[in-house]
């Protein structure tokens, strides 16, 4: 079943069809959220609001755009507005520290990626992760971040550059 078939059915008071769709699209949320909130705590959190928010909107929802699309903008509004908070932490918090047994490999390719993004301007940090974290088209980045196409495909080049450039002279 579609997007646009789900949320008929979801308006209809068919709770199996609200369970699919967000089970359908909860890692990506989850995933574009970890990207783009300073506090990693809070990714989920914004995650199940934005859900939380579709299905409040639901009765007002016209399906002129892509339902990922949609989702995808109310997760970045979220975003923006949690960043703006400002950041409390406990310094006696040590469970965000890793496990021994992690993969240090693993973490430490992350925490490079999270250098190289670091570099970046906002805008062109946005534009790769909506790009490559997210795999969205250039058509579905545009109506998210409100940019034309060249500008974003533009952004993402010029951020390309960027990493590639810094990442020669880490070696």
């Not at 299905?55 to 997760?75: C, G, W």
């Amino acid at each position: 079943m579609d997007d646009d078939e789900l949320i008929e059915q979801i308006k209809q008071g068919n709770e199996k069809a609200a369970e699919e769709l967000i089970l359908r699209y909860y890692p990506a949320i989850l995933r574009f959220c970890k990207w783009n909130c300073k506090n990693p705590q809070k990714a989920e959190d914004i995650t199940q609001e934005t859900f939380f928010k579709f299905i409040k909107n639901l009765p007002v929802y016209r399906s002129k755009k892509k339902f990922r699309t949609y989702l995808y903008t109310i997760a970045k509004h979220l975003c923006i507005d949690e960043n703006r908070k400002p950041i409390c932490c406990s310094l006696e918090n040590d469970k965000s520290l890793p496990d021994a047994c992690n993969d240090m490999r693993q973490i430490e390719d992350r925490e490079d990626v999270k250098a190289l993004l670091q570099l970046l301007s906002e805008k062109q940090r946005e534009a790769v992760i909506l790009r490559f974290g997210e795999q969205l088209s250039y058509r579905e980045m545009e109506i998210i971040t409100g940019c034309n196409m060249r500008t974003l495909q533009s952004r993402v080049k010029k951020a390309l550059e960027i990493m590639r450039k810094e990442s020669r002279y880490e070696r």
